[in-house]
């Protein structure tokens, strides 16, 4: 038996275009598209072609795209001082701060500044709060595309054994705090936890965030498991040439589970998806 495979490319395509079909209708109630800007600072190549994207994508939508470089060795004050005035800016709607900032540059002041209501990210302290207690809030991209994914293949996930590995603030603790709120019975495993393997084969879910390449093992994987895979690794395959990867050995757990999303075209095309979700969530709000 081989598992369905979760076609994220698709789902994130026809997110995109519910997306771009609502915006001239907000457009006519708030007289103004909504807006995104995304600060970049410095030269990372991958960071570059990320911004890129987000630009492309929003203008694709129907939105405002606005994208603030700044040098390298840009300084703290500056780049608060950019974000202060994006927050005080009616035209924009959602501010994202791409990550990692240049190493001489503290991320959390940055990341503070932003307006949470602003936060299209979730990374804002408030909007981690807020995903916790459940009230309404911004949710950070990554682990939205991977619930919505989750959804559409199983519907309801109450009730069911969740296994997230990986803790960051980014994918791994909002994941977790999703899926709780969906009632799902969530174990959150990292570095630290033991037997992987065992708490990998109670799961009904797994969703893999550890950066680790192939770690989670077919063998391992309940029968029919949904697996969500959010690892991006480069790995060398010899002769000078490198191929992607996620955190699950794909070729093994593609013979036991039940669904599961490639690397690349699973998760990855949905958190920009998701982003342009998030302004439009974000531009509503503001616009009561
Ligand atoms: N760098 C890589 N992924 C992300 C993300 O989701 N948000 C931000 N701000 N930076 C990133």
Redesign the pocket.
């Known amino acids: 038996m081989s598992a369905r495979i979760i076609d994220g490319k698709a789902f994130a395509e026809g997110l995109r275009a519910r997306i771009a079909a609502a915006v001239p209708e907000f457009a006519a109630a708030a007289g103004r598209v909504p807006g995104l800007a995304v600060v970049l600072v410095g030269d990372d190549a991958a960071?570059q072609i990320?911004v890129r994207n987000k630009g492309k994508q929003t203008i694709e939508a129907g939105m405002h795209s606005v994208e603030i470089r700044l040098p390298a060795n840009a300084t703290q004050a500056e780049v608060e001082a950019v974000v202060a005035s994006l927050n005080v800016d009616p035209a924009i709607d959602g501010i994202?701060?791409?990550?990692?900032l240049p190493k001489h540059l503290n991320e959390a002041p940055v990341i503070n500044a932003i307006d949470p209501d602003k936060d299209v990210?979730g990374?804002h302290p408030v909007s981690a709060g807020r995903l916790v207690a459940g009230l309404p809030g911004l949710v950070?991209?990554?682990p939205m595309g991977c619930m919505l994914l989750l959804r559409d293949v199983l519907g309801d996930v109450g009730g069911a054994e969740a296994l997230v590995i990986g803790r960051s603030r980014?994918v791994g603790k909002p994941i977790a705090a999703l899926l709780t709120n969906a009632n799902a019975t969530v174990t959150l495993a990292h570095s630290r936890t033991h037997e992987l393997s065992a708490h990998v084969h109670r799961a009904d879910i797994v969703v893999a965030a550890v950066g680790v390449p192939e770690l989670v093992r077919g063998a391992w994987i309940k029968h029919g498991a949904t697996v969500i895979d959010v690892g991006m690794n480069r790995i060398d395959v010899g002769g000078g040439k490198t191929r992607l990867v996620g955190d699950v050995a794909f070729a093994e757990a593609v013979t036991i589970a039940g669904a599961i999303t490639p690397v690349p075209g699973g998760v990855g095309p949905m958190?920009i998806a998701c982003l342009l979700r998030n302004t439009l969530v974000a531009a509503h709000a503001r616009a009561g």
């Open positions: 960071s990320y994202l701060v791409q990550l990692p990210d990374l950070p991209c990554t980014l958190t």
